[in-house]
């Protein structure tokens, strides 16, 4: 894969193959994926809902999870090979269910639903292949982009078909999706209990460079705020365009806002990780306003179709789903991850970054921790990872552990990868990495492992169970990558 050009690696494809033999095995086996996954909603979703729904909202919790007898239907199954010798199965997920499910609280009112369908192509990564029976050690889970999901209610709670507790739900479950599954979140499933973590993640296939330059032909916003519809009465509004970009479950980017214009020019740029190259590409451009900003329009590319495209793309925007003569103009770049100490450098590189934009990558792998000593009651480890001190954007915190029955408290699993963004800025006084092994909020042991030492090591890799003191050792793999244009 590392020596394909990037247009192979664009079109590569196993092709399409019908999937009727997994269907037929997702059909058999539909009571058993309803329990399990009622069990998963209910310790993994429960708490997630009671901290984002809003008001009386997040005091409901679920008193019946049957997801029906409609299974999920998949097609249009690709198999692919992985850089790390695994292999990557991509499949459109249909489910058109007929369910039974309840919410209720105590301060709100009950919520059931009737229908459910999503729909989204999902990604399965069967890795690392191994020598010993199942031959897979585990398999990872995600859409590639986020899903679309609608919801019929049930009863009294339909009149939230059209109001704010249907809006309110449906965005929190699409929130709790794509933080466990759009990429470049993946839901881990382990097949052999001594699977290898660090065999098992999949790197990202590199960066893209992606500059909105323009709109031209905007109209003011069809369904304006109050206060707009009160000033087009009385002058010309001028709509203040911003443009918001996401790429998967990645962090939201937002241009400048360029006021009173409606052919705006922003030739703004920012970089994005990628993980598949059938991301979609989302641009809503919106128009601020302190009243609420109000919809201009959207256009979708994905990252293979730009790229094959010669890198420029003049989208067409769209409101809600009507074509309209507003266009915007796009560009991307796209640029391997290689690991290579020439690629990793503030002041001489090829990637061309002005200064905002990316120079590298740090990736940071925690396996778990061995050796724990204490009450195990008393026991809830994490392991902290920071690039530097006092920088909440290159610092990360696993999950903390807690012990269950069947659970190695002394000896816990986190697998976990945290990616750092390297900047220019970061790369002229690069700081040191700091392992730190915590119980609930007290750090019990560190070790501090410099930059250089990672930026030269093999591979630029240093990774293995890493002594914190006290008998603990915590097994993590850092790594720093540089950039390169891809050809």
């Known amino acids: 894969m590392e020596n394909l050009s990037l247009v192979d690696k664009l079109t590569a494809s196993g092709g399409g193959e019908p999937a009727g033999f997994l269907n037929d095995i997702v059909e058999q086996l539909w009571p058993n994926i309803c329990v399990a996954g009622a069990n998963i909603i209910k310790e993994a979703v429960e708490p997630i809902l009671a901290s984002t729904l809003p008001g009386p909202l997040g005091n409901l919790r679920f008193v019946k999870l049957d997801f029906g007898n409609v299974p999920i239907r998949f097609s249009n199954v690709d198999v692919h090979k992985t850089p790390n010798a695994g292999i990557k199965l991509d499949m459109d997920l249909d489910w058109r269910g007929v369910c039974d499910i309840e919410l209720d609280g105590s301060r709100a009112p009950k919520i059931g639903i009737e229908k459910v369908q999503l729909k989204g192509r999902l990604s399965i990564l069967l890795a690392p292949l191994t020598n010993i029976i199942p031959l897979i050690g585990a398999a990872q889970i995600a859409f590639i982009n986020p899903p679309t999901l609608s919801l019929d209610f049930t009863d009294a709670a339909n009149i939230a078909d059209s109001g704010i507790i249907s809006s309110a739900i449906r965005k929190t479950i699409l929130n709790v999706i794509a933080g466990i599954l759009v990429l470049p979140n993946r ?11 660090f065999k098992t993640y999949q790197p990202h296939q590199g960066v893209l460079r992606l500059t909105v330059e323009k709109a031209t032909n905007i109209a003011g916003p069809k369904k304006a705020s109050g206060a707009k519809r009160l000033l087009q009465k009385l002058v010309k509004d001028v709509p203040d365009c911003y443009v918001k970009v996401n790429v998967g479950a990645e962090e939201e980017w937002r241009t400048g806002v360029q006021s009173n214009n409606t052919e705006p020019a922003w030739n703004e740029t920012h970089d994005f990780l990628v993980t598949d ?4 590409i989302a641009l809503d451009v919106q128009d601020d306003d302190l ?3 109000d919809d201009i329009g959207l256009a979708y590319t994905t990252i ?7 890198g420029s793309q003049e989208l ?6 009507e074509a309209t003569q507003a266009r915007l103009t796009v560009h991307a770049e796209f640029f391997d991850l290689v690991a290579e100490a020439g690629n990793l450098s503030a002041s001489t590189q090829d990637t061309g970054s002005p200064g905002g934009e990316i120079c590298g990558l740090a990736t940071i792998l925690v396996a778990g921790v061995t050796g724990l000593n204490g009450a195990r009651d008393e026991l809830n480890p ?7 001190e006092g920088n909440p954007k290159t610092s990360f915190q696993t999950a903390a552990q807690t012990y269950s029955p069947g659970t190695d408290i002394f000896n816990p699993s986190f697998d976990q990868a945290f990616r750092i963004p390297l900047t220019a800025d ?3 006084n690069p700081c040191d990495f700091k392992i730190s092994l915590l119980n609930k909020a007290t750090e019990v042991g560190s070790v501090v492992v410099p930059f250089q030492d990672v930026a030269g090591a093999n591979g630029m890799v ?4 890493f002594d914190v003191g006290a008998g603990a050792k915590v097994k993590v793999s850092l790594a720093v990558q540089g950039m390169r244009r891809a050809k």
Do not use: E, M, R
Request: hydrophobic share 40%.
């Open 187 to 197: 839901l881990l499933v382990k097949l052999d209990a001594n699977n290898d973590y």
């Open 277 to 280: 190259f059938d991301q979609v």
């Open 291 to 293: 009243a609420g900003d």
């Open 304 to 310: 293979k179709d730009i790229l094959l495209k010669g």
């Open 316 to 321: 067409s925007l769209t409101h809600n789903g």
């Open 382 to 388: 994490s392991v902290k990872v920071s690039l530097g």
């Open 426 to 428: 970061l790369l002229s």
């Open 462 to 465: 240093k990774a293995g169970a």
